[in-house]
Each structure stands twice: as structure tokens, then as C-alpha cells.
């Protein structure tokens, strides 16, 4: 799907924006199945580092090469790409728009801008506690509210993108979806890694509570639903790490989205 929608092939020229350690703009690369080019523009020197280490390790050092920059002001010249994309970028900014102007700027006429951003459709299901599954879809729409009206800023951005890639003045708009759906009992998955991403998940739950809670509450749920949530929230993972087999027989639901946008410089 990627390659098809985003137009890869070879001899592309792409940049991706907000780039981190690079593992997506490898992977466009290798999409390209050819001798195409790519630039990676992030503001950490730290992720670049590892990008510029994990492309070399790769053997993509002559396809790849990485610029210390900012999504508003991207440290290349106009008209330099005949893609350029970002990936879970602009669900941090308070203006988008500016972000996705500033893309186009460095795109070729008729070249093409891409962001995949997460989608509002997610979807949580405990069937052995309704009362669990109901909280935890109150406590992200609370959560999502609140990350609105305090930080300004839209974290599901997927469905938005559409009509800011049209007010910035692109045409040929087009959209895809790509969900992703995951179980504890899938066999597919190692025990190992289910319960290393549950205890990463849990110590990062238990980091942020502090904030979070502020959140919660900002968003419009009240101190009583939000210590009754990490009470069952906290005993259901600790239920889970203490028994491989409850573990692994659960058949709780999750499932979750990616919004890919596109859209066409005019000439």
C-alpha cells in the first residue's frame, strides 16, 4: 500500500520530515527497490546520530543522509523533492498548517506531500470486564479533549489532514487507512516480547500519573472515575504479569489506526 499510494520508485528524491532514528525513511527507501535518494530533517542531534549509525549498519549511506532541522523551517531549497512526507509529526503542533506549507515549499510542482498521522477509530475491548472497557474509552476521549484545550493541539490528527492539505492549497487529495489489530493469545507474538511491552507500558503509565490525572480531569472526567480506572487498570496488569497463562489466553481487543494523506503541488 505504501508503495503504490506514495508513488515510490526509482530514482525518487524524498525527504521525510521529522525523521527520529530513521527507520521510516529507511523503509521508503527499500520500497523504492531501486537507486533513489532520501534526506531525513529532525531537530534532535541524538536521533540523528543513531539514523546516521542504523543507515550505515544498513549499507543505504550512499541513498541516505540526514539534516539537523525543523518541520517549520526545513533546511532545503525549493522545489527539491518529488516527495516529501511525515509520520506522527503534526499531531505535535499547534499549527499543522504552517508545517504542511512549509513541506510544499521544498517540493517539486507536481510532486507530492504525504502525512500519516493516527485516526480517532481505536478500539478497546476487555470481555471479561465491560465496566474496564468502558473507562478506558471514557479516559482517552477525556484525554484527547484535554491535550485540545490545554496544549492546543489535535493528537488524532488523521481525519483532519484532508482539509488542511486543501486549505494549504494542494490538489488531488487522496486518503488510506492502515489498522492494525493485536491480541495477547496471537501466536504470532512471543510471550516474552507481550510482557516486556506490558511492563514498559505499565512503567510509563505509572511516570505520568501525576500529569495525567491533571489531564483526565481537564478533560471532563471526575477524581472518582479516574482512581477507580488506574485501580482496575493497575490490578488487570498485574493480574496479567503474574500468570504466562492468563496471559496468554486473553482475548482482549485492541486495535488502532494510521491516516495516510497525500496531495499534489500544483505546477
Known amino acids: ?8 520508485r526509482p530514482e525518487l528524491r524524498l525527504v ?28 534532535k542531534q541524538q536521533s540523528l546520530q543513531a539514523a546516521s549509525a542504523d543507515t550505515r549498519r544498513e549499507g543505504l ?19 527539491y523533492s518529488d516527495l516529501t512526507c511525515c509520520r506522527t509529526v503534526l ?11 512549509e513541506m510544499t515549499r521544498i517540493t ?22 465491560e465496566q474496564y472497557t468502558e473507562l478506558s474509552h471514557e479516559a482517552n476521549q477525556a484525554w484527547l479533549k484535554a491535550v485540545r484545550r490545554v496544549e492546543g493541539k489535535e493528537f488524532k490528527i488523521g481525519e483532519r ?7 494549504t492549497g494542494l490538489h488531488d487529495i487522496q486518503s488510506e487507512i492502515h489498522a492494525d489489530a493485536w ?18 507500558e505499565s512503567s510509563l503509565s505509572k511516570e505520568s500519573r501525576k500529569r495525567d490525572r491533571k489531564y483526565l480531569e481537564a478533560g471532563g472526567l471526575s477524581q472518582a472515575k479516574i482512581g477507580h480506572y488506574y485501580r482496575k487498570h493497575d490490578r488487570r496488569v498485574k493480574e496479567l504479569l503474574s500468570d504466562d497463562r492468563k ?21
Open 183 to 200: 491480541l495477547y493469545c496471537d501466536p504470532r507474538r512471543r510471550l516474552e516480547d507481550i510482557k516486556a511491552q506490558l511492563e514498559f
Open 91 to 101: 499531531m505535535h503542533l499547534q499549527d499543522p498548517q504552517k508545517a504542511v506549507r
Open 161 to 167: 489532514l484532508p482539509s488542511i492539505f486543501q486549505e
Open 1 to 8: 500500500m505504501y508503495k503504490q499510494f506514495l508513488g515510490l
Open 16 to 43: 521525510d520530515v521529522g525523521c527520529g532514528t530513521g527507520d521510516f525513511t529507511r523503509y521508503l527507501v527499500r520500497l523504492c527497490s531501486g537507486s533513489c535518494t532520501a534526506v531525513g530533517v529532525d531537530n
Open 108 to 129: 517539486k510542482p507536481g510532486g507530492l506531500v504525504a502525512a500519516i498521522e493516527g485516526g480517532r477509530m481505536i478500539s478497546f475491548l476487555d470481555p471479561r470486564d
Open 247 to 267: 496471559l496468554r489466553t486473553d482475548t482482549s481487543f485492541y486495535g488502532a489506526t494510521f491516516i495516510l494523506v497525500t496531495g499534489r503541488k500544483g505546477q
Open 61 to 79: 549511506s550512499k541513498q541516505i543522509s540526514y539534516k539537523l532541522g525543523n518541520v517549520l523551517n526545513i533546511p532545503i531549497a525549493d522545489d
